[in-house]
């Protein structure tokens, strides 16, 4: 009999293995989003069942998303790696990534085809005028305006290391996102950028790519970095993913980003001219209400709602007990709004990496846990405030009654502070809307995805179809509210005259 129960239960746990996708994620980039689905497709055309979580953020979120386990393989390149995932200071080959790699767990594989380097770039005709050719020649040049992406700004291998290797004299640049920085550029507004060296846009905004003098950058080959054992999971997958290898040059990938970022194609269509062959086709003008409205529109729809009101619910179960102990006890006030106060100065993105971290995956979990946090201050904040605005001939009122604590906080002071506790209700919620489109960047969906999209791609077609709804439902939740403060604010006054 137990014998038969074991079998029973080794069959259904490899049966929920079979059912189990292969993950794969991606980071915030053109090129990232496109070769995430190249890999799913691979994946889905040798049977298997696969996942593409798209725009994870940057290079630490979704390393920390492959170590919780919550993908199980992302395209990315041997420089980085090196450099920034294992803090290495040569050049090493796939062999040596392996073995570093084999004790953390993961490995390297599906060396793709090309190099995809960084460098700094400039208007043809700017650096001409300069004559600027090299990235030694910027010394000469202190005064020219540095656009240079958050992430390579961050990076071992990004600007600082630059910065020092070629003795550059520029101040602390700000960040600027990849995707806007083409279009500064071209406008004047940057002189010197980031660029990946298979970027379409390099041609299009006639930019010049500084020669690496010093052969500071390593190289960065496009590779896949993968937790062991999925080779065993999905062999299937995995034989089709090895046959990736060498598939992609150059110019097909530059081919392919170009679909997407000059021609309108999605990410998956981009993907699907690796077997296609299609040759370059002419830029369709998308319609605005065809994007806003397109297919995933309700998905998202209903994701977004999911993050904003699960997580808001929750925020209101614990905050509002919080401010009622807040404001009757005094010496608890000081430590609980501090505490709440604290939390909302925590960068978004760094919380979610935190939280990918404590709970071990990506997605909708640590998303809701951000949001709630979040959501805690205006609510104990204004719940605080109600309670103490009473004033003190209403508390002796209620006393005079014969009104025990328990019966004075529910049937008389609740009420009177329920228009200020509503208010702090309703402003988390809107702030919830705006901030539930970053929980993208963890693969929690929402209107973010268009967002995050749209940035990469500097679409702003696709970044108004996501930042529209979500502007809309934010004004729809408000003016909830304010119906409901009115109807409650009237109950309430009711009860007590009653």
């Known amino acids: 009999m137990r014998g038969a129960l074991a079998a029973a239960l080794l069959a259904a746990a ?12 991606s980071k915030r980039f053109t090129e990232s989003y496109i070769l995430g689905e190249v890999v799913a497709q ?16 940057n290079t630490g979120i979704v390393f920390a998303a492959l170590k919780a386990g919550s993908i199980d393989l992302y395209p990315e390149y041997t420089g980085t790696i090196a450099r920034e995932i294992l803090k290495l200071d040569r050049d090493p080959g796939i062999e040596e ?21 960084y460098a700094l770039a400039m208007r043809e005709d700017r650096a001409q005028a300069l004559g600027i050719r090299t990235l030694s020649d910027l010394a000469l040049h202190p005064d020219l305006k540095l656009g240079l992406s ?40 940057v002189d010197v950028m980031d660029i990946y060296t298979t970027d379409a846009k390099i041609e299009r905004f006639r930019l010049r790519a500084l020669e690496d003098d010093r052969k500071f950058f390593p190289r960065y080959d496009a590779v896949l970095l993968y937790r062991l054992g999925i080779a065993k999971r999905f062999p299937d997958a995995w034989h089709a993913l090895n046959a990736l290898e060498g598939r992609i040059g150059e110019r097909r990938m530059i081919r392919m980003n170009a679909a997407s970022e000059l ?10 001219l690796l077997d296609a062959g299609e040759k370059p086709r002419r830029a369709s003008e998308r319609r605005f209400l065809d994007a806003l409205f397109a297919p995933d529109f309700w998905r998202l729809t209903g994701e977004h709602l999911l993050l904003v009101f699960a997580s808001l619910a929750a925020s209101v179960a614990l905050g509002v007990p919080l401010g009622i102990t807040a404001a009757r006890l005094p010496r608890a006030a000081q430590p609980i709004l501090g505490a709440v106060g604290v939390i909302q100065t925590i960068p978004s993105l760094a919380l979610f ?11 909708t979990l640590p998303a809701l846990i951000a949001l709630f946090l979040y959501a805690l201050l205006p609510i104990v904040r204004n719940t605080h405030a109600g309670l103490e605005g009473i004033g003190r001939g209403m508390r002796q009122a209620a006393l005079a009654l ?74 729809l939740v408000q003016g909830a509210f304010e119906l409901s403060e009115r109807r409650f604010g009237w109950m309430a006054r009711a009860r007590i005259q009653s």
Request: hydrophobic fraction near 50%; glycine fraction near 14%.
């Open 42 to 57: 691979a994946a889905r055309r040798a049977g298997a069942r696969a996942e593409h979580k798209p725009g994870l953020g």
């Open 14 to 25: 490899g049966t929920l293995a079979a059912q189990d996708p292969l993950r794969v994620g």
């Open 263 to 272: 021609e309108g194609a999605s990410f998956a269509e981009a993907a699907a």
């Open 402 to 475: 014969g009104l025990r604590a328990r019966e004075r906080l529910w049937l008389i002071e609740v009420p009177l502070a329920l228009p200020s506790i509503l208010a702090g209700i309703k402003t988390s919620a809107v702030i919830n809307v705006g901030t539930a489109t970053i929980a993208a960047f963890i693969g929690a969906g929402g209107y973010g995805e268009r967002i995050a999209s749209g940035l990469a791609l500097n679409d702003s077609v696709t970044l108004l179809s996501g930042a529209v709804p979500a502007a809309a439902l934010a004004l």
């Open 97 to 117: 990534l392996n073995r570093t790699l084999a004790p953390m767990g993961f490995g390297v594989a599906v060396p793709l085809g090309f190099n995809n380097s």
């Open 150 to 189: 958050q992430e390579f700004i961050g990076r071992a291998d990004g600007w600082p290391a630059l910065k020092a290797a070629y003795a550059l004299p520029f101040a602390p640049p700000s960040g600027l996102d990849h995707g806007l920085a083409y279009e500064a550029v071209a406008a004047g507004k």
């Open 353 to 363: 990496a935190f939280l990918i971290a404590v709970v071990g995956t990506i997605g």
